[in-house]
C-alpha cells in the first residue's frame, strides 16, 4: 500500500505561483495513472490534470497553461506547478494515482490565495 502525502500549499497573493509535490512511499514507477484534483469551498472535487504512464497528460480547460504536472520516478514524487494564482484557484489539493485496481489518494493541502 502506497501512502501519498502533499506539501508545498499556503497562503499567496493573486499571480504568485506554487509548487505542490506529492510525495510517495513506495515506489511510483508502476502508477500508470497521476493525477491532481481540487475540491473548492462549496464546490465538487474537480479533475485538474492527469498523465498516464506513457506519456499523455490532459490538462483541464480550467487550468491550461498555468498548471504543469511531473513525475520523478527516482524521488517518487508528482509534482503540480501552479502559476499566476487566483482566489478562485482557492481550494484544497489532492494527488492521485491508479495502479492496476488499486487506487491511491494524499490527505489534500489548502491553498489559499487572496489580496
Known amino acids: 500500500q502506497i501512502q501519498f502525502v502533499e506539501s508545498g500549499g499556503g497562503s499567496v497573493q493573486p499571480g504568485e505561483s506554487l509548487r505542490l509535490t506529492c510525495t510517495a512511499s513506495?515506489?511510483?514507477?508502476?502508477?500508470?495513472?497521476a493525477s491532481w484534483y481540487r475540491r473548492a469551498p462549496g464546490k465538487e472535487r474537480e479533475l485538474l490534470v492527469s498523465?498516464?504512464?506513457?506519456?499523455?497528460?490532459n490538462y483541464s480547460d480550467s487550468v491550461k497553461g498555468r498548471f504543469t504536472i511531473s513525475r520523478d520516478n527516482a524521488k517518487n514524487t508528482i509534482t503540480l506547478q501552479i502559476d499566476n494564482l487566483q482566489p478562485e484557484d482557492t481550494a484544497v489539493y489532492f494527488c492521485?494515482?491508479?495502479?492496476?485496481?488499486?487506487?491511491?489518494w494524499g490527505r489534500g493541502i489548502q491553498v489559499t490565495v487572496s489580496s
Open positions: 492521485y494515482g491508479r495502479q492496476g485496481f488499486n487506487e491511491y
Open positions: 513506495g515506489n511510483i514507477e508502476n502508477i500508470r495513472i
Open positions: 498523465n498516464i504512464r506513457d506519456g499523455v497528460t
